[in-house]
């Protein structure tokens, strides 16, 4: 297990053996290891330490990490092709653009609500999920379709657009 605590965001890094104590192989999936690190989670509030396990797609990222054998690789200079440091693959864009829908709805419900705090909630997800990769990726795909459809007609250069609409309730 590694701490990393010179980071704006401290986190840790966990190493399981992948192998029993008779020989078996452990072979975890993508959900195994969510469901991992939820229960890490949750384990570490127990005791009082602020942790979450949210998913890359949830906070809107799309970091793809460099396996060991490939930062070795380079390190030695056997590695003979670069990787993508992004996930672009079209399912990884359909996960983030879900959770990006679902930020959406849940600031649309709060904004409908009477209580301030809620709305003042809409408020931050709304900024939060503006300036998040996914939304910043899906805002220079609507610029291009625009540029396709009114030929000729120049957009901004800006990389991103500014709010089109006010208040929390955005479009996708």
Same mark, same amino acid.
């Given at each position: 297990?590694?701490?990393?605590?010179?980071?704006?965001?401290?986190?840790?890094?966990?190493?399981?053996?992948?192998?029993? &104590?008779?020989?078996?192989?452990?072979?975890?999936?993508?959900?195994?290891?969510?469901?991992?690190?939820?229960?890490?989670?949750?384990r570490l509030r127990g005791w009082g330490i602020d942790?979450?396990?949210?998913?890359?797609?949830?906070?809107?990222?799309?970091?793809?990490?460099?396996? %060991?054998?490939?930062?070795?690789?380079?390190?030695?200079?056997?590695?003979?092709?670069?990787?993508?440091?992004?996930?672009?693959?079209?399912?990884?864009?359909?996960?983030?653009?879900? #959770?990006?829908?679902?930020?959406?709805?849940?600031?649309? #419900?709060?904004?409908?609500?009477?209580? #301030? &705090?809620?709305?003042?909630?809409?408020?931050?997800?709304?900024?939060?999920?503006?300036?998040?990769?996914?939304?910043?990726?899906?805002?220079?795909?609507?610029?291009?379709? &625009?540029?396709?459809?009114?030929?000729?007609m120049q957009l901004p250069a800006r990389a991103v657009?500014?709010?089109?609409?006010?208040?929390?309730? %955005?479009?996708?």
């Open positions: 297990m590694v701490l990393h605590d010179h980071q704006a965001n401290p986190h840790v890094h966990l190493s399981v053996r992948a192998e029993s &104590k008779n020989g078996r192989r452990l072979n975890p999936r993508k959900a195994d290891l969510q469901r991992w690190r939820e229960r890490f989670a949750e942790a979450e396990a949210s998913r890359q797609a949830t906070r809107g990222e799309r970091h793809s990490y460099e396996p %060991i054998w490939r930062v070795k690789a380079r390190q030695e200079g056997r590695l003979r092709a670069r990787s993508a440091s992004d996930k672009v693959t079209p399912r990884a864009t359909r996960t983030r653009e879900t #959770a990006l829908a679902v930020w959406v709805k849940l600031a649309q #419900a709060l904004v409908k609500s009477p209580d #301030a &705090k809620d709305r003042q909630l809409a408020g931050a997800i709304a900024r939060y999920v503006q300036q998040t990769p996914a939304a910043i990726e899906h805002m220079r795909k609507r610029q291009n379709e &625009k540029q396709r459809e009114l030929p000729g657009p500014e709010r089109e609409r006010t208040g929390p309730d %955005i479009e996708r």
